[in-house]
């Protein structure tokens, strides 16, 4: 039951992110759009304008959709950014980060999106080429951080287990408040599609005890089964 869970979180975090990234790919694939980048058309990105506040306003978790341009072009589902635009985006750190993540989820200590939000975010960015793979700008998702709380449930973990995510680098995407890592020889895990995390579930020493417990009277009952029939077969014979 243990793996099951934690393999349903992992799947669960997984639809989502492949959700964000089909959206993504709409906005970045809808006609036009590649002109429209190219000369910095704003009446020609009107109907992407209105595509993008339709997606953001279809999941609560969505902090907002922007489409940036290279030459620092945004339509956005937000009024503003929080990060610094230019008339050449390859000069901007940020942007260059985003655009290095190869479609990955990626954690942000900051909103890049929304300047009145100073939490932690999510974002997963596709890029948009021209036909020859030139690049020519962006398309940047900004989810709420607290999407992952809402699929680590922790119902087969025990009373005080718990479920954290870590990315490749060993980077801590993830951790409960108040929880600490005290149950290392009980850990368990699972990769996440869509993205480099993976995710580890900390079984609490209650349920480590009661699998243990269930296990033992497991083997007692066959133990006995044995020596009954082995009785058996000598009276029997």
Known sequence: RIKKSI???????????????????????????????????????????????????????????????KEGFVISSSNDMAMPVSEDMMNEKW???ALSSNAMPVLSTSSYIASDSKLQSIYVCRE?????????????????????????????????????????????IYFPSGKTDKYNDTAYQSDIKHSDWTLYGIASLDNVNLLNSKLLSSLIIILMLSIGCCVIFALLT
């Open 7 to 69: 393999a349903q979180s992992s799947s669960e975090i997984s639809e989502y992110l492949d959700k964000l990234k089909t959206f993504s790919d709409i906005i970045a694939m809808q006609p036009g759009i590649k002109e429209a980048l190219k000369q910095s058309d704003s009446m020609a990105l009107e109907s992407l304008y209105s595509l993008i506040l339709v997606a953001s306003s279809s999941d609560d978790k969505i902090n907002a959709i922007s489409v940036i341009s």
């Open 95 to 97: 942007y260059k980060d």
């Open 128 to 172: 948009i080429q021209d036909d020859e793979k030139n690049h020519l700008g962006i398309v940047l998702i900004e989810v709420s951080y607290d999407f992952i709380k809402e699929y680590m449930s922790v119902n087969d973990l025990g009373n005080d287990g718990y479920m954290y995510i870590k990315d490749k680098q060993d980077r801590l």
